[in-house]
């Protein structure tokens, strides 16, 4: 088989202040569509990470990835 799996990288928790009404409505709204909040702003982490980091560092990630999971397959 041709999958590529990708090891998990240690999670870090990330807090901002953000207005409370807006919060409890963006919140209510996902969850009437079947999404999670903080599956939401993980993905837009994502999008942060490639939009301003360097495609170098960025390949960095991935071998360093692939080889994490080839030595766990050992």
Same mark, same amino acid.
């Given at each position: 088989d041709n999958v590529k799996v990708v090891? =998990?990288?240690k999670k870090v &928790? *990330?807090?901002v202040q953000y207005d409370e009404? +807006?919060? +409890?409505?963006v919140k209510m709204y996902l969850? /009437? /569509?079947? +999404? &999670?909040? %903080?599956?939401?702003?993980a993905g837009y982490m994502d999008t942060l990470f490639t939009k301003?980091?360097?495609a170098t560092v960025? =390949?960095?990630? %991935?071998? /360093?990835n692939e080889s994490a *999971?080839?030595?766990? &397959?050992k």
């Open positions: 090891s =998990e990288m &928790n *990330v807090t009404e +807006k919060y +409890k409505a969850e /009437k /569509k079947g +999404k &999670n909040l %903080d599956d939401e702003i301003h980091i360097p960025r =390949e960095y990630f %991935d071998m /360093k *999971v080839q030595s766990d &397959n």
